[in-house]
């Protein structure tokens, strides 16, 4: 007489479950959609943006001038950036290439050093004419601010190894 009194109970408590997990994904399924990549672009690109105007404490006309600055920078490194994903896909497509010589894998490697080197230089630039809008009391803001983002654009390394920061 127990045994079906326990299977029901059991029954019951695996239907609560199964709802709950149910409601639980939907909710989160609903509250989240699943957003393209390149919709997050614009966001990110005006989150940076909004930053240094935050750190550096820029006036509205300063802000102005940013924003104007931030929006060529972008203009002009995007074809850049796409150069720099082509040099590197023909790069490593020598991986698919019996008997690569190494005239080939320098000749591929100094393609995106070519392209890197100019986006560097733009981007130096950018740098140059955002230091030409700060006030004296900014600049030196400006300069810890750059090397935050010099040192996200760069590739990790242990702490201490081979850094100028943990140097003696």
Known sequence: MMRPVRQKWLLVLVAILFLTNIATLSVIWFNNPCKPKHSDEPKKEKRMGQFMIDQLKFDSVQADAYRSLRDSLVTI?????????MAKL????LLNMPNVNDSMLQARSNDVATVQKKLDLITFRHFQQVRALCRQDQLLKLDTVVKEIVNRMTPYRRKGQNDPANRK
């Not at 023909?90 to 497509?93: G, I, L, N, T, V």
Request: proline share 8%; no cysteine.
């Open 77 to 85: 490194q995007r074809p850049v950036y796409d150069s720099l994903r």
């Open 90 to 93: 023909r790069y490593y497509d």
